[in-house]
């Protein structure tokens, strides 16, 4: 179905990344010599994880330019959205050399900071880092925290190291002093191989088996005690999917109640721990479009209205026409799904919800 | 003896299959006799040669009692290896009718060099009939081959498919490439051909992958997890690959991998193949078919929704003529078959569930 009402925040929007050319004026002159003199200018940037000509990647219909009419034309007005969040895809993250990692995320989201939010208001971004190296990573986010439409952290669902680990406990420091949501967002390095036995010859398996990527690092900062450890901080699954965390916290619960010991710091509920800091973006729903039953029947299973945040995965194929949301949701998760659970969500946008977003909410009222 | 089985339990009314029994030699030396000279002296001066870098204890160190459920060690030896106590803890005690012995990593499934490999595998599936099925007929083997060497798995599946004591094939998930792949088909043919089906078992070692997108997790917790995402993988490949249009004789159990993740990975994998379906062709249908026609899946550990109900409603969704009951004796997440399912079956679900599905499948 179509969006009942105005404004909405679209917790997943993808702008199109800008070609390496376009960010030479936002690198230092090292990395300037270093990027043309060895043809990185002419570098795609483009990620395993999404090929540009896949039906995946983009609606046929929202092909073209991606540029900023495009954006407001098909992914802004339609939906009647109040924000959205930007979710950078670029390649930079990928690279083995965390230094030109650095510099080409910082690059990018000096670039978004130029080219879309000082020219779309209801533009907000998350912060592009280059998790290989924590420091380089905390280095870029109190760079970017001082511009307040920076609003969450963006790392891929696939990295180098599992994120409950200790390693990356600076990222989630810096992220939670500046009111900023860690999101983790579907695709990856593809450091390691995909599944646990190896690497799927299709895509679509890779597609699919990112599901089973961010269940292992729901466990991990699980387990490793990283909810508790940065109580304040949300934790976003984007392009997630969500109908396999019944599963998931099923299982934990029952495995946890067996092994306790080995993490004493987990004191209560595996599930309620992940209900309390764990959010994930609506689309895609992996759910069957001909049954709505099912779906119900799933958010049931999960147990809370709470969890999920409206996204339309923009211009990810997930749905057609402005039908984005699934049949059969009540008024009430409808309501916290489009606006109180991002608002919930990101302290950023939920500050400027009481000032400058109190219109907005006034007038969406109207049916 | 088959014969004789059905007509004596059939008055029962509780009679159980049990689709996951773990059986332990006595002493390491318990398979010398079925190894030849080379190989015994092989083991004794090498050892296993794995993809971790333990060679003789698990990466992951199980919890209480390595694992154990702490009243199954018999006097001599670790739990699982005295089959009288096998007898009376568990068959007797818990009415098994029949049970699948899963002899998990004694056959060589992760050892890199084959040929050790090779007579690993021939020697415990020896080992099965010598000191488990024949002296116990409630015990059925099932056929362990390493399936990373496809020519001798399929040599060793041909040597025992006219054994009925040998009721499916086991190879690895934890394989080193994703089962679907066509290095692996030969077995699945010489399964088709047997008309056996192949039993995964999740496993404690790996095929030199780490168990997660973003490399090893830190406790067992994450990698008891990692074997649920490691089946749901290992069905993704099998369909992806068009293994089941290719093979469409082919059944495939999923042992100790739990299931009420099925439903929500099969509306995944629809989903995404109707988007992308160009890339595999050699599909003819949507995914969530022929997992719901090839796959078989067993229940422990069970899952444990807060409402009960809530797992009655998945068990419909995956099928209940596709669910076999299992324990894991004599591991430590033991699901016993008179407190598993702490909701009300019917009387056909339970007959489904707790003997009918399996019988079969593995034709008992």
Known sequence: MKVPFTGAIDCDLHPAPPGVLALLPYLDDYWREQIVSRHIDRMPFQLTSYPPNSPLS?????????????????????????????????????????DMAAALCAAVNAWVAQELLDREPRLRASILVAAKNPALAVAEIERCA????????????????????????????????HGLAIGIHAGGTLHHAPTGSGWPSYHVEDYVAASGAFESQLLSLLTEGVFQQFPALKFVLIESGFTWLPTLMWRTTKTWRGVRPEIPWIDRSPAEIIRDHVRCTLQPVD?????????????DHIGSDRMLLFSTDYPHWHFDGEDVLPEGLSDETLRRLLIDNPLDTYPRVREEGTSAGTRARNEETVP | ?????????????????????????????????????????????????????????????????????????????????????????????????????????????????????????????????????????????????????????????ERRAS?????????????SDPLGHRRYWPIYAAAQAANLPIGLHVQGFSGGHASTASGWPTYYMEEHYAQSTGMQATVASLVFEGVFERFPGLKVALIEGGFAWAPALCWRMDKHWQRMREETPHLQRAPSEYVREHIWFTTQPIEEPDDPEHLAEIMGWVGWDRLMFSTDYPHWDFDHPAQTFKFKLGDAQKAMLFRDNAKALYRL
């Open chain 1, 58 to 98: 983009a609606r046929p219909d929202w092909r073209g330019d991606n540029g900023l009419d495009q954006l407001r034309r098909q992914a802004l007005d339609p939906f009647g959205t109040r924000l959205v969040i930007c979710n950078m895809l670029h390649g930079a993250f990928a690279l083995h050399n965390e």
């Open chain 1, 146 to 177: 001082a511009d307040r439409r920076f609003v969450q952290v963006l790392l891929p669902v696939a990295g180098e190291m599992l994120l409950g680990r200790r390693i990356w406990w600076p990222i989630y420091a810096a992220a939670e002093k």
């Open chain 2, 1 to 157: 003896m088959n014969v004789q089985l059905r007509e004596t339990k059939a008055a029962q009314t509780l009679a159980v299959i049990d689709c996951d029994i773990h059986p332990a030699f006595r002493k390491p030396t318990d398979l010398h006799p079925y190894l030849p000279a080379r190989w015994r002296e092989h083991m004794a001066t090498f050892g296993p040669h794995l993809r971790h870098g333990l060679a003789a204890q698990l990466p992951f160190p199980r919890m209480v009692a390595g694992g154990m459920r702490v009243d199954s060690f018999p006097d001599e030896g670790p739990p699982g290896s005295d089959l009288d106590l096998v007898r009376t803890q568990h068959l007797d005690a818990n009415g098994i009718e029949c049970g699948l012995l899963i002899s998990l990593s004694k056959g060589g499934l992760e050892e890199r060099n084959l040929d050790f490999a090779a007579a690993l595998a021939t020697a415990v599936n020896d080992w099965q009939i010598e000191a488990w099925v024949k002296p116990e007929p409630r015990l059925r083997a099932g056929i362990v081959v390493p399936q990373e060497d496809a020519a001798f798995a399929v040599a060793e599946i």
């Open chain 1, 287 to 299: 759910a069957p479009s001909n049954d709505a039953g099912k779906l119900a029947r799933t958010l």
């Open chain 2, 163 to 175: 054994d009925n004591r040998f009721v499916q094939i086991l190879i690895s998930p934890r394989s």
